[in-house]
Each structure stands twice: as C-alpha cells, then as structure tokens.
C-alpha cells in the first residue's frame, strides 16, 4: 500500500509571481491511501500478466509503457518512487504492487534535450507534500517547487537553456541545501564564466519562492551534461560529465577545484549518480548499464576497474535514486534514443552488489 496524494488530473500551470507563500491544501489527514486496481477477475488477470502488451516479464521492471524518463525519486516509505517523463512534462507515481498514476504535469519546452530534466523530493515531503524540478522553458532552465492543485513557483531562474546541454540533476544534500548540476547548454565556454549558471554545481539554500539569494557555485568548469551525488558521510560533493570530450566522475573539493578520479573514452554517457557505501555508481545510458567504482578508504582515489551491473538488460538507462533497501531505481531512454521495446520505456531496479538478479525494496 502506498501512502501518497494524488491528483487525478494534475496538470499545472506557470505563476512566475513570487509574493505568495505555499499554503498545503487542506486533506483529511497528511495522506490518502491509494491501493491498486482490483482485477476484473482471476481469469482475465493471469491472462493480462502473460499476454497483456505493457506486461514485462522482468521481475525487476516494475513500471511500463511510459515515455522516456529523466529522474527517479524514492518517497519516504521506500515502497513507491515519482518518476519524471522528460518530453510529457509528467511525474507519475510508480512501484512494485501499484499502476503508474500521474501524480502531477508540469509544462515545459522539450525541444533539443530539454523539457522536464529531473525531480528532488522536499526534505520535508511527508508534511508538505514540495517536489522540486529542474525544466526548460522557451527562454530558460529554472527550477522549480510544486504540489498537486498548485502552480509551479520558480526557486532558482535563469540558468541559461540551448539546443543541446540541458540536463542535469537535483538532489538534496543532509543540511537541507538543493545541489543543482547544470548543463553547458551546449556552449563549454559558458561553464568557466562566472557570471553564467551553466555547467556548474549550484548550492541553492533559500528555497522559498522569492528569487531574493543567489545561489553558491560549487563547482564551475563543468563539461556538457551530467549528475551529481553526494557522500552522506563526508559530504563530498561528486559530479559526472558527459560531453565530446569524453565521459568523467569528478571529485570537488571545498574550495570548488575538482580532480578527476576516473574518464570513459568510449562515449559511453555518463549521468546521474549514487553514493552506496565505498562506491560511487554511476549510469551509463550510452553504455546500458550501471557502473560501480570503488573507493580507496584512504585517499578516495578510485581502486580497480569498475563492476558493471545490468549491462544491456534494459537498453538505456537514464536517472538514479537509492533505495531504502540498497537498491538503485532508474528509467530507460529508449523510445528516445534506443532501440525500443514493445514495453519501454520503464522504471527498473537494480542491485547495488553487481548482479543480475531480481531486486525489490523491503
């Protein structure tokens, strides 16, 4: 059972004034409960789970037939995720024993590789139900926060948006600071201008929608697009680029300089990233898999080559969140930029020890 509000026909619209606080709406209670469609009967359910079009016979795809996705959040419970679809501008809810079910549709422009780029959960999301977004719109890449029934209020506006280089990524670090990895939008000079909010790592600490504070660079020089992630013990700041220039995992320091611990030649897509214990799992959407790199206790450096899990099990991967479980939810790209399947694309789960078997939170 997942506990969770949805709206059944959620799609939002733009309210760039930032005067009006966030007033949650009011429910009977913090949640309504949703429980999963009862079947028609036995017969036609197992006739659905072998022949139905948008069934996957994968016990580790749990969401089908959707459109290509660029972000996963895990919710609180760890049963269920919200899973971003870049093109439709969608955050649906997903999970193991439910039906994906939009919870709300943020407008964006998708032209290029823009659109709906990736969601963060608010640290405080069992009380006020917040979900931030990275978007393109006709003029920008902006973040922004919103619930169902609301409209969408920017945070963070004018990072600059192109034909290519938009992605990116959120997540929220442990002091409740939102680290924003910005693309380059396909301009590499941009990344070391300092004056520009692309290809940068960006600590946004004043999320209420006032546009008042700035937010901190992180980290500047940062090629093409990519992920960031975060050690939750010593606070490390990592990021992922993927551009001509080849593919990296970056460690940045606090004094925003950044080292290279490790490149891929083969163009193989490096993006969003997870911290699980002394690895550093990154997806390779061009590679169709997932890379674990392993850190030396010592100096942090990457020891040994990476292990590889779900290699060319689902096509391209795209978007990483850590379960509670210790297991990875991701999508797949492949309607967008692979060879896709009559299920695609989908929300999958992968075992953060390498192997291939069936996963699922607890």
Known sequence: MVAL???????????????????????????????????????????????????????????????????????????????????????????????????VQI???????????????????????????????????????????????????GI?????????????EQAGTLLVRTG????????????????????????????????????SGLRGTGGACVDPVSQTVYVTESSLAGDRLVRVSSDGSTEALWSWTDGEGAGHCVVVGTDIAVVLSQGEAVSFLTRDDDTGLISGDPAMAAEGRFGKLHGAALGLGGEIWSGTINKASGDPGETDDRVVLIPTDGGGGAVGPD
């Open 184 to 219: 380059d939008a396909g301009n590499a000079a941009s990344s070391a201008d300092p004056a520009s909010l692309a290809g940068k790592a960006l600590r946004v600490g004043a999320l209420n929608p006032d546009g008042s504070d700035r937010p901190v660079i992180v980290a």
């Open 107 to 157: 407008p964006v422009d998708s032209s290029g590789d823009g659109g709906l780029l990736d969601i963060a959960l608010s640290p405080t999301f069992a009380e006020d139900r917040l979900l931030y977004a990275l978007i393109t719109t006709p003029s920008d890449n902006r973040v922004v926060r919103i619930t169902p029934g609301d409209v969408p209020k920017v945070v963070l506006a």
């Open 5 to 103: 509000v949805v709206a059944a026909s959620s799609c939002a619209r733009f309210d760039d004034s930032l005067a009006s606080p966030f007033e949650p709406e009011p429910t009977a209670g913090a949640y309504a409960h949703i429980q999963p469609s009862e079947p028609e009967d036995e017969d036609s359910d197992e006739e659905r789970e072998i022949d139905g079009p948008c069934v996957d016979p994968d016990p580790a795809v749990i969401a089908t037939c959707l459109e290509p996705i660029s972000g996963v959040t895990v919710l609180p419970a760890g049963d269920a995720a919200l899973a971003a679809e870049r093109v439709t501008g969608r955050i649906l809810l997903v999970g193991p024993d439910i039906e994906p079910e939009e919870f």
């Open 160 to 172: 600059p948006r192109g034909q290519t280089g938009n992605q990116g990524s959120l997540m929220f």
